[in-house]
């Protein structure tokens, strides 16, 4: 009896240290909303996952419905594809239809520099003479949770930089953010605490 329970125990052991056999994508670097997948932005890695969760994930076998779609949702370098992150070209047209515009801010109107690709902001006119490209209902508000796809920011370099380079995703009103940012006369805010991530 001893010796059949230290065969089972050791048979459980072999399983559990045993190399897991199931592969499943993960991101190689951060990838931002937006932003269509290429084949070196992701890689196959061998873990055990609970069923529940095989399910909601990208597995070997999904190299297709990976590369070529769009990332709906901020994913970390390292993180699993969860299938809700990404979506097909097509069916992500008409939900973040939009431009992309980048724009070149001083420090303070880029939040000194806590943005990262991903966020989402709030663009807002700071020159009462371009009120009138902002929403009649919102005064000041000129794009309203635009996606950060990227920050050029050359601070961390060793290089003095005033300037920030801000590439936003916006759903319509692009030439008035780009009026409003040429005149020096925009800034970014967001609610501090928000997930750095981009909401749904």
């Known amino acids: ?3 059949a329970a230290a065969l089972g125990l050791w048979w459980a052991f072999e399983q559990s240290a045993a190399a897991p056999e199931t592969s499943y994508v993960v991101a190689r670097t951060r990838l931002a909303p937006g ?5 070196a932005d992701v890689a196959l890695v061998s873990i055990r996952l609970p069923a529940e969760i095989e399910a909601t994930v990208f597995g070997e076998g999904d190299g297709n419905d990976v590369v070529g779609s769009v990332v709906l949702e901020a994913i970390h370098a390292g993180e699993l594809l969860a299938r809700g992150d990404v979506g097909s070209r097509r069916s ?10 980048a724009v070149e801010l001083d ?3 880029a939040l000194n520099g806590l943005i990262a690709a991903g966020d989402r902001v709030d663009a807002v006119v700071t020159d009462r003479s371009l009120a009138a490209t902002a929403g009649p209902q919102a005064p000041g508000l000129v794009a309203a949770g635009a996606i950060v796809l990227d920050v050029d920011d050359l601070a961390g370099t060793g290089q003095p930089s005033d300037t920030i380079t ?3 995703q916006v759903r319509d009103r692009a030439a008035a953010v780009a009026l409003a940012a040429g005149a020096d006369a925009i800034t970014l805010i967001r609610p501090w605490g928000a ?5 749904p």
């Open 107 to 109: 420090r303070p109107g």
């Open 92 to 101: 992500t047209a008409a939900r973040d239809a939009g431009y992309a515009v």
């Open 195 to 199: 997930s750095a991530q981009a909401a």
């Open 1 to 3: 009896m001893c010796g």
């Open 35 to 39: 932003r269509v997948i290429e084949p």
């Open 166 to 168: 801000v590439t936003l």
